[in-house]
């Protein structure tokens, strides 16, 4: 495709998401949000007045806020593409990062994309966003300008925020008291651990880091970060609803234990449970499965921290190397789900079915550690269509493949 055609398309969808953004396009989404008689009546009546790409845009938008609701509450009135989604930080771990920052201080936030961070970093300080794709500075100053600026919803001790088009990597970042980047991990189009790898490069983030040491850098959970980054850095693996959502690293002023591994637990409480160690230990084991059986959260084993978390508990685990553990009392921890032992026996299939049609289990939940099976493939064997609920917990404990069918014990 020639470049200048190419350009022409760019500017083309830029301006049809400008629409978007715009109060002319508020009419048409709220139309294609109520609830019509078809998909295609609403995109004929749509196309009437509106181009392909602009009904496209409306019909995707609708979908987009409906997805973001589980990260945003303000979905319904926020701008979105799907990769931008799918990459944002949801609010409730942005407002958890944006706790690190200095209230009332200038805070930059580098490659915003959507405005998830940057959102929750305006609830601080005096932040300012910086993307250098004019479509997510676009999506980032319409989100803030809803959240923090509209009508809808006016919060008198937020700003709303500026937001810039701006290579990240030609700013100067000392201008800013703290900041925070989420490089891009897809540069190439595929998703890579590798921070090297990431855009800006991890040579273009230690020169901002020079500039300025007080940063907070959004990763993967399972990132392969540069050499010296875990001595120098505190690493926080955070997790919500079971899953670990993200790692950061914060350097400088922002570190609260440099040189050590954070997991942080975010639940329905306002506070979270974070566990801070070094070094991995190995729990002992267990001579038999007892009582209680306790699998640690999502962020705990991406931290490296079970371990610690078992001896807080007095906890053995009931095989080498595998995540589930064991005691005779029931424990509290948002960073440890609780099951009650119902029975232990061999896992096959048809045992594992009588037992649980006896026990009238319609709704199973089937988790597994160090065993090749497929969770949904078991669940068709099963075919259980009883009135109550458990949990079927498979590990390799020795030489044999253990079922533990269980009741979880609280949320």
Known sequence: MPRSNAVELTQARLDDFRWL??????PWLYSAAAVQPSLTAKVAQMRKELSPARTHLVLEQVELRKRASQKFSAAGRM????????????????????ERFSPGQPIFDLCCGIGGDLLALSRRGTATGFDRDPLMTTLAAANA???????????????CPEVCNRDVERLDVAESAAWHIDPDRRPSGRRTTRVELHEPRSDAIAR????NPNAAIKLAPAAQMPDGWPQRAELEWISRGGQCRQLVAWFGGLARDAGKRRATVLGASAAARSIVGVDDLEPPLAGAIGSYVFEPDAAVLAAKLGGQLAAEHALVAIAPRVAYWTGERPIRDPALACFVVLEVLPFRVKPVKELLRSLDVGQLEIKKRGVELDPALTRRQLNLAGSQSAALLIARVGKQVTAIVARRVGG
């Open 21 to 26: 953004t715009s109060s002319a396009a508020e």
């Open 208 to 211: 901002l880091l020079e500039q």
């Open 79 to 98: 701008f979105f593409t799907p990769r931008a989604l799918e990459q944002s930080t949801d609010q409730w771990v942005a407002a958890h990062k944006a």
């Open 145 to 159: 300008r809803v959240v923090l600026g509209g009508p809808q919803e006016p919060d008198s001790g937020s700003r």
